[in-house]
């Protein structure tokens, strides 16, 4: 055909560039377009990654002054507790859920008489009067199961020289944030001189109380003593009557006489043994 007529072939070719001036028309709208979606997704993702980013940095901030605070109340605790713990004027350990001393501080360790070595490497039970343990565990086990906070308990230690030193205990639980048992806190105040002024007290009261019981004694001895004064005194009292009266009737001198030896004789019995009851009235 394009041999033929070459009027056709010019129109076709011009056709052919037109659509293809068409086509590349809409490519390069197409091209803009897409471009321009683009962009605006590039746009719309870069400003979410940036508040992304801006939110981010404000929230990591915020974690860090929160961090850095909650150090920073934990070390002030941490500081007071350990200024508490070491100048406390009375004895104070940490002890592990299994009995073994965690912590101790220095009036406790001059309270035993035990360096810090040696001390850490015992239990409390090892240090604990045999026959105050039971009672301790006991009170132990019902803080750990939660029926109580805390107890206090008189208990006996030994010294590291034997003697027994005589404490208060007070025991309290630290726990985790699961409210599980980490373990125990101990205060121990020295009451060992309370302890021996309390048994003197008791001594003197036994002492008092058996002399009281004696007095009593004595007492109801003094009540009965008018009887045990009158049965040695009747006697010679009535003989002398006696014979005083039938003196005044005898009317034989001689027999008088014999009669008023006789009275001397009582009277002087009676004089001994009037001499005798006062030497026991004085005692």
């Known amino acids: 055909v394009i041999q033929d007529d070459p009027e056709d072939?010019?129109?076709?070719?011009?056709l052919i560039i037109s659509?293809?001036?068409?086509?590349?028309?809409?490519?390069?709208?197409?091209?803009?377009?897409?471009?321009s979606a683009t962009s605006g997704i590039i746009m719309f993702s870069t400003v979410i990654v940036v508040s992304l980013l801006i939110s981010l940095f404000v929230f990591i901030s915020s974690t860090f002054k929160t961090n850095q605070r909650l150090k920073d109340d934990l070390q002030l605790s941490e500081s007071?507790?350990?200024?508490v713990f070491n100048d406390s004027g009375i004895g104070m350990a940490t002890v592990s859920?299994?009995?073994?001393?965690?912590?101790?501080?220095?009036?406790?360790?001059?309270?035993?008489?035990?360096?810090?070595?040696?001390?850490?490497?015992?239990?409390?039970?090892?240090?604990?009067?045999?026959?105050?343990?039971?009672?301790?565990?006991?009170?132990l086990k019902q803080v750990l199961a939660g029926e109580k906070d805390t107890y206090k308990l008189e208990k006996r230690y030994f010294h590291k020289e034997g003697n027994i030193i005589w404490a208060m205990l007070?025991?309290?639980?630290?726990?985790?944030?699961d409210n599980t048992p980490r373990f125990f806190v101990a205060q121990i105040e020295d009451i060992t001189e309370t302890r021996q002024l309390i048994q003197k007290l008791e001594l003197k009261n036994q002492v008092l109380l058996q002399t009281s019981t004696e007095l009593e004694s004595k007492l109801r001895q003094?009540?009965?003593?008018?009887?045990?004064?009158?049965?040695?005194?009747?006697?010679p009292a009535n003989g002398i009557e006696m014979?005083?009266?039938?003196?005044?009737?005898?009317?034989?001198?001689?027999?008088?006489?014999?009669?008023?030896?006789?009275?001397?004789?009582?009277?002087k019995s009676m004089n001994g043994t009037l001499k005798d009851l006062m030497q026991i009235l004085e005692i």
């Open 19 to 35: 659509n293809e001036k068409k086509l590349l028309v809409l490519r390069r709208s197409i091209s803009e377009g897409k471009m």
């Open 243 to 267: 014979m005083l009266g039938m003196i005044i009737d005898e009317k034989d001198a001689a027999e008088k006489e014999n009669m008023l030896e006789l009275v001397y004789k009582s009277s």
């Open 222 to 235: 003094l009540q009965d003593f008018p009887g045990h004064v009158a049965n040695p005194m009747r006697g």
């Open 97 to 139: 859920l299994q009995g073994k001393v965690m912590n101790i501080n220095p009036y406790l360790l001059q309270l035993l008489g035990y360096t810090r070595e040696e001390l850490m490497s015992k239990t409390f039970q090892d240090i604990t009067h045999p026959d105050d343990l039971e009672a301790d565990l006991k009170l």
């Open 9 to 14: 072939c010019r129109k076709l070719t011009d």
């Open 170 to 177: 007070t025991v309290s639980i630290a726990r985790n944030k």
């Open 80 to 83: 007071i507790f350990s200024g």
